[in-house]
């Protein structure tokens, strides 16, 4: 990687694998803090406990970040059944266990197809279980902008008629920007770090 894709004022996209835990803000004002300008911004927030790709603008590029949020995303993650909490991830108590026991898988993967297509203004293009290991349900979902895996997961449970939480979520792809591409946060700022020295 060469130094002149860091200039930082002209502008950069950097491409971010965020940390559990960690805000979206939490990785803009560290890269804003080691970069050492102002005009630093993220193209669509995650959930504290989600993981995956963050895409970071810098300088000139800020102006940029409403192209990205507006594309399309795809995530994986993990459904629990049989359980809901109040703000419909691991973030709050889950509460309501419901037996799962009677559950079959054809009827696991139909509860996918209500989902399917444009949903209240937003579209999810697909939906598929990729693994079933209850009370865990593994998921692909691409969709637009403005979709809330959180919801859907709510949604999923409901229609199930067991409830449902997010248990574990990942966003692996922006647009054309996928997740295998992107830095880890630490390996980001050392080469920061770098270019700074140099």
């Not at 209240?120 to 593994?138: A, G, N, R």
Request: with cysteine; charged share 25%; net charge negative.
């Amino acid at each position: 990687m060469t130094n002149s894709s860091f200039n930082f004022v002209e502008g950069a996209i950097l491409l971010i694998n965020k940390p559990y835990t960690w805000t979206s803000f939490d990785v803009v004002k560290k890269v804003r803090n080691k970069v050492g300008i102002k005009k630093v911004g993220h193209a669509g927030t995650l959930d504290p406990l989600a993981t995956g790709l963050l895409i970071i603008c810098t300088g000139k590029k800020t102006k940029e970040i409403d192209t990205y949020q507006a594309q399309e995303k795809e995530y994986t993650g993990t459904f629990e059944l049989g359980k809901i909490t109040a703000s419909y991830d691991a973030e709050t108590e889950a509460v309501d266990h419901q037996p799962i026991d009677h559950l079959q898988e054809d009827e696991i993967l139909a509860a996918t197809k209500p989902f399917i297509g444009e949903i209240t203004q937003v579209t999810i293009s697909e939906f598929e279980i990729t693994k079933i290991d209850l009370p865990q349900v593994h998921f692909r979902v691409v969709c637009s902008k403005g979709t809330y895996i959180r919801s859907l997961a709510n949604d999923f449970g409901k229609e199930l008629g067991v409830g449902a939480y997010l248990s574990g979520l990942c966003r692996t792809r922006i647009g054309d920007f996928k997740l295998e591409d992107a830095w880890q946060l630490d390996d980001l700022i050392q080469k920061i770090e770098e270019l700074k020295k140099a």
